[in-house]
């Protein structure tokens, strides 16, 4: 198995200007959730940034309540979206880029970091 981050840390912004989401192996509750969107929102400024979302390490799906609020609050702070999942079901993706979708934010599903960053990179800041 790849040495993916186990922990989760809260939102960055790397060198190309694209914002970062780290979610370790245990689920994130809903209050750290809404935290890491309160950080993410200062730092986009009441922006939108192409987002990446390292989802690689969680083994468990979050709860309900987070897949149905996350893509509201996404809408908020990203202008495309790069999931890198491993061990999703295909079937919890598809709803939550489903939610995404509906929102008109660009996304998709990457299983390495790099592709993710090269097409995050056509959409600039």
């Given at each position: 198995?790849?040495?993916y ?97 509906s ?23």
């Amino acid at each position: 198995m790849a040495d993916y981050p186990n922990e989760f840390r809260g939102p960055w912004i790397d060198d190309l200007g694209l914002l970062h989401f780290q979610i370790g192996v245990k689920r994130p509750s809903l209050a750290r959730v809404m935290q890491m969107f309160r950080n993410a929102g200062r730092l986009t400024r009441d922006g939108t940034r192409p987002l990446v979302v390292d989802a690689r390490a969680m083994r468990l799906a979050p709860p309900a309540r987070v897949w149905t609020f996350a893509p509201y609050r996404l809408a908020s702070i990203a202008s495309a979206i790069a999931f890198l999942f491993s061990e999703m079901t295909p079937t919890e993706v598809r709803k939550f880029q489903q939610g995404v979708a509906s929102l008109g934010i660009p996304n998709r599903v990457f299983h390495e970091e790099g592709e993710a960053i090269a097409w995050l990179e056509s959409f600039g800041e």
